[in-house]
């Protein structure tokens, strides 16, 4: 086999594997913002877990892609929403708050 044709092939094969292989688009998070994310979501929960408000505890928390924090879950009243959603908007990082809290009255 010529050794001249088999690096040339390797070479050519080197230059065209990088334009077929993955490109991250704008919607793709980076590493870092995945982690600034997790870091939101865990200053929302702990914030929540520290008031005293019982229902609180049942609030899910997920924050997307750059700040944008889901609010889930139940609450025993409106005004216990209220909070978590304060609580969620005054977290340095959060860019939006969607409010998915369904309020449902214990008994």
Do not use: F, R, W
Not at 42 to 69: C, F, R, Y
């Amino acid at each position: 086999m010529n050794i001249k044709l088999v690096a040339s092939c390797l070479t050519s094969l080197a230059l065209l594997l990088p334009m077929t292989g993955y490109t991250a688009d704008a919607s793709t998070p980076s590493a870092g913002t995945m982690v600034k994310d997790s870091v939101i979501t865990t200053k929302i929960k702990t914030e929540l877990a520290a008031e005293k408000i019982s229902s609180l505890v049942h609030i899910s928390v997920e924050t997307d892609n750059k700040g944008a924090v889901i609010l889930g879950g139940t609450a025993a009243s409106k005004a216990a929403v209220e909070k978590a959603v304060s609580i969620a908007k005054g977290v340095k990082g959060v860019t939006s708050v969607d409010n998915q809290i369904k309020v449902v009255a214990d008994k």
